[in-house]
């Protein structure tokens, strides 16, 4: 893990200023990177897994059958 101090911002300001970035960010003080630091991750529940391409040949198949199912009935 890097460890992250005021002089970490002071030089991301100078690679945005290098790369002509309009955009700075606020140099923290050590204490409030130490307390940023120490606070507990947020609790991240993962979302359920869906199978995108299951569900579009799903789909796909209904629609086929619906309409092999039409075609049969306008005979």
């Known amino acids: 893990m890097?460890?992250?101090t005021?002089?970490?911002y002071i030089d991301m300001n100078k690679e945005f200023e290098n790369d002509n970035i309009p955009?700075?960010?606020a140099i923290p003080t050590q204490e409030v990177i130490d307390k940023w630091q120490s606070q507990?991750?947020?609790p991240y529940q993962t979302p359920p897994q869906v199978d995108m391409v299951a569900?579009?040949?799903e789909e796909h198949n209904r629609i086929?059958?619906?309409h092999k199912l039409?075609?049969?009935l306008d005979l």
């Open 23 to 25: 955009f700075r960010i």
């Open 40 to 42: 507990p991750a947020p």
């Open 55 to 57: 569900n579009m040949w």
């Open 6 to 8: 005021p002089q970490t």
């Open 70 to 72: 039409q075609l049969e």
């Open 2 to 4: 890097e460890i992250i």
């Open 64 to 66: 086929e059958a619906e």
